[in-house]
């Protein structure tokens, strides 16, 4: 394979004087006997997508390494000292069980000191949202976590929030990118100022963990409890640091941990991929919870901001909920405690992503509650609760097994959520319900949504091209009629448009753009396809609904909307 020039240009400028000794021998390396691995690893820099900055590690513009965190650093502390000139700069920092996590952390902090930046690094695994919390609780303008999430080993990541203590948004986002991408590998400075750098740990987890229990506890009296048996995993990551210890605090004492999943590591060992979302991944878990009787299943996944939950449904079998599912439980439990509380006065918002389940929106309006929608990524909901002080967040989540409960924590939060369905469960078990009745009566009372999702892996330079050219078919040749169902409307998050094809009009979508397109039918099915802002992948999300007469009829509805999901993904090719 001939290496195109300007990768050649690239890669010769890691052999310098710049880059340590073993940086430059990889890199000769890769020229030498690997051109195709070459061109993954210097065809473009790594970009900051919907969870920030994450890929693979090893040398390179296009990978994980000390160079271009280090870069990213240096860009950040520039941008801070030019936003915050005459204050005193913190920046906290927390990472993740993945490998180089902990040795990335500390050049990050490096990085941060040399720049006359305080420093507080977490001394050992934190979760993200702990971190996110720290922003916040220690006055920093800004934080950093190393995570990848649920991505494979391989990879790694960089997460930036700010004072606020949610990701950045615009236009912070694009100017610190401007910034990075001015600066030259020679800029950054590595040599650390101890002084300037203070590990912290118990005094934060404490203080996180009394905020969680504050904000996630709902009046379960102490024998509903101690009936719900709970069977917990952190799938090999780092809610272990805290969430039993919360869950603990808050009174729940019969928890079951599965202690081969219970050690952080970065290899996952005993799972095919650390990800909530995947039945696979709870499977030890499950047969735990079948083996001492109990009533609910929760895993996070390896930084701890999204929980996968299993309950057992009517006929007594662990039935793993999707990420829409564990979400209307939550949402509709706190709608209906703040209503109970008399706290509902018009001036209140739950919130949720385009392309999460649209029964969020008709549980807000039930309520009389304002419904805020969002593109995809948490980042979005935290600037909701950011842009409009005058609106109290009840809480909200997105269709990817993320939820955020009150605005202590300014990004998904697991630990508060593991807590809160651990209330909704055990309140419902309490009155002779459980959690899976409650989310059949759920849509009963307001409409039967069924939500599928379609992942399509296409890697490398090629799979990008073939994602991209997927979306412009899309866009230039739209979908006419899905199922049997005229397309009415299609949006467009890239051109910012909403076009009605009955009608012709167009209206102007007033969030940000976004390579995203929407396809709703006649019948109110609604077609999603996005790209992943941080994985190889192209998704498509399936949202079809009907009236559920009673619960009785759960079962043949059930299957006459899984129906209508096949005929759609058959019609539109996505087998």
């Given at each position: 394979m001939e290496i195109k020039q300007h990768i050649l240009d690239a890669a010769k400028e890691w052999l310098t004087?710049?880059?340590?000794a073993t940086t430059q021998e990889e890199v000769q390396a890769l020229i030498t006997n690997s051109p195709k691995e070459l061109e993954e690893s210097f065809y473009k820099s790594l970009e900051f997508g919907t969870g920030g900055m994450r890929g693979t590690m090893g040398p390179g513009d296009n990978k994980i390494n000390k160079y271009t965190l280090g870069k990213s650093t240096q860009g950040l502390a520039d941008y801070l000292h030019t936003s915050f000139p005459n204050q005193s700069l913190k920046a906290v920092i927390a990472y993740d069980c993945r490998h180089n996590s902990d040795t990335l952390a500390k050049v990050v902090a490096d990085v941060f000191s040399a720049n006359g930046v305080e420093v507080y690094l977490f001394s050992s695994l934190r979760p993200t949202p702990e971190l996110s919390f720290a922003v916040k609780h220690l006055g920093c303008q800004c934080g950093i976590v190393l995570t990848a999430s649920h991505n494979p080993p391989e990879y790694n990541g960089y997460k930036v929030y700010w004072q606020d203590g949610g990701q950045i948004v615009p236009p912070e986002d694009v100017e610190i990118i401007?910034?990075?991408?001015?600066?030259?590998?020679?800029?950054?400075?590595?040599d650390a100022n101890e002084s300037l750098i203070h590990y912290?740990?118990?005094?934060?987890?404490?203080?996180f963990i009394d905020s969680t229990v504050a904000n996630a506890s709902f009046d379960t009296p102490a024998a509903a409890k101690d009936d719900l048996k709970i069977v917990f995993t952190s799938l090999h990551g780092t809610s272990i640091t805290v969430t039993p210890q919360t869950l603990a605090q808050a009174g729940y004492k019969n928890v079951s941990i599965v202690e081969e999943q219970a050690v952080p590591n970065g290899d996952f060992?005993?799972?095919?991929?650390?990800?909530?979302?995947?039945p696979e991944a709870l499977k030890m878990a499950t047969a735990l919870a079948n083996?001492?009787?109990?009533d609910i299943v929760i895993g996070t996944d390896p930084d701890c901001d999204r929980l996968g939950v299993a309950v057992r449904n009517n006929e007594g079998q662990m039935t793993l909920l999707n990420g829409n599912q564990s979400m209307i439980l939550m949402t509709a439990f706190l709608l209906e405690k703040w209503k109970k509380a008399g706290k509902l006065d018009g001036k209140q918002f739950v919130a949720s992503t385009i392309v999460s389940t649209p029964m969020i929106m008709e549980l807000a309006t039930a309520y009389g509650v304002e419904y805020k929608s969002g593109l995809t990524g948490f980042k979005w909901i935290a600037k909701m609760v950011k842009d409009f002080p005058e609106s109290k967040f009840i809480g909200g989540g997105e269709e990817s097994f993320g939820f955020m409960v009150g605005d202590a924590v300014r990004d998904k939060d697991a630990v508060a959520s593991t807590l809160l369905i651990c209330e909704v469960a055990a309140q419902a078990k309490a009155k002779g319900s459980s959690a899976y009745k409650e989310l059949l009566q759920h849509y009963v009372d307001f409409g039967f949504y069924k939500e599928h999702l379609i992942s399509l892996t296409k890697k490398g330079l090629d799979g990008l091209a073939e994602i991209n050219q997927m979306m412009v078919n899309l866009r230039e040749n739209p979908i006419k009629e899905i199922n049997g169902q005229r397309v009415v409307m299609v949006e467009d998050y890239k051109a910012s448009t909403a076009k009605n094809l009955l009608t012709g009009e167009v209206e102007t979508l007033?969030?940000?753009?976004?390579?995203?397109?929407?396809?709703y039918t006649e019948d109110g099915s609604k077609i999603c396809a996005r790209p992943s802002g941080t994985e190889p992948k192209i998704k498509f999300y399936i949202s079809v609904n009907t009236e559920l007469e009673s619960v009785d009829k759960y079962a043949e509805t059930d299957a006459y909307l899984n129906e209508k999901i096949q005929n759609i993904i058959t019609g539109m090719q996505l087998n």
């Open positions: 004087p710049i880059f340590d401007n910034v990075i991408e001015n600066l030259k590998y020679n800029q950054i400075k590595f912290i740990d118990k005094d934060v987890d404490q203080a060992p005993t799972v095919e991929s650390p990800n909530p979302e995947e083996k001492i009787n109990a007033v969030l940000p753009k976004a390579d995203v397109l929407i396809y």
